[in-house]
């Protein structure tokens, strides 16, 4: 699948920790017909064959409003659940070798911090960055803070689109505006909310208008 930038705008990443009785598809359904663009299935302590037959419910979901479904690290999950992608942090694995598993259809996502590690996974195959944490976040809290400024200079150092993560929510989004982002990747601010549907619509909105300052 070809990356187009406009399917950054709204990036969701689940947690399954803030469901209050429904399914992870009936929130994810919500989210995606509210105006989330990207899904990535984040389940770091599944078993494969748990997270291979939740990532295919899921697939069924987003791929009915044409949403890709990336899958966070697991490689062989996301090729076996017939996933759009993959994401990877450049701790868990290198990105050529990602790419040389995925091949050249599928999408791959590689975390960076700072500029220099962002040119090097578009050097080894990434279709897009995420940079992040930008603000502080209790969703992974041994992640490093990326500025302002190191993410317009990741921003600026790359051909590929670069999505922002770690603490978005719909106080702060606006002050990553100008910064070259493609869009926003929020966990917390989407799915711990009573009404996921108007949560992702409001960030929608506010990314539209954020994106709409470059």
């Known amino acids: 699948m070809k990356l187009d930038r406009n399917l950054l705008k709204l990036y969701a990443v689940t947690d399954r920790k803030w469901l209050k009785g429904s399914s992870l598809e009936e929130e994810v359904e919500k989210a995606v017909k509210a105006g989330v663009t990207m899904v990535q299935l984040r389940e770091k302590h599944m078993g494969s064959d748990e997270l291979v037959s939740l990532a295919k419910r899921i697939g069924t979901v987003v791929h009915k409003y ?3 479904l990336i899958i966070n690290d697991d490689i062989e999950a996301a090729l076996a659940s017939g996933a759009d992608g993959v994401h990877v942090g450049q701790e868990d694995v290198c990105a050529y070798e990602a790419r040389q ?33 930008v603000f ?17 200079r990741i921003c600026r150092s790359v051909s590929v689109p670069v999505v922002a993560i ?49």
């Open 66 to 68: 044409n949403v890709p």
């Open 101 to 133: 598993k995925i091949g050249s259809s599928m999408i791959l996502g590689v975390s960076a911090r700072t500029a220099e590690a962002a040119v090097e996974a578009e050097r080894c195959g990434a279709d897009y960055i995420g940079a992040g944490a």
């Open 136 to 152: 502080p976040t209790s969703t992974k809290e041994d992640a490093a803070a990326v500025t302002i400024g190191e993410l317009k």
């Open 166 to 214: 770690g603490g978005i929510t719909e106080e702060n989004i606006m002050e990553l505006s100008g910064s070259g982002i493609a869009g926003a990747a929020v966990v917390s601010a989407i799915f711990a909310r009573d009404d996921v549907a108007a949560a992702a619509a409001g960030l929608r909105a506010l990314t539209e208008k954020m994106l709409g300052n470059e």
